[in-house]
């Protein structure tokens, strides 16, 4: 009974650290994707204003 018990403690502890590594992988995605688009924005609002300046 002990041996089943601590093969399912052992399997509940992987399961919940690979949960944690997977939701811990998804959220730096997320801040990495945010933080595309934010550089991306601002590289075509710099593009706009040399564009602007260039037609002066």
Do not use: P, S
Not at 32 to 37: L, Q, R, S, W
């Amino acid at each position: 009974m002990k041996k089943n018990f601590l093969r399912l403690a052992i399997v509940v502890l992987v399961l919940l650290i690979a949960g944690v590594l997977w939701l811990n992988n998804d959220i730096n995605q997320k801040k990495e994707d945010e933080a595309n688009k934010k550089d991306n924005a601002a590289k075509a609002y710099f593009y706009l204003l040399i564009d602007y300046d260039t037609k002066i």
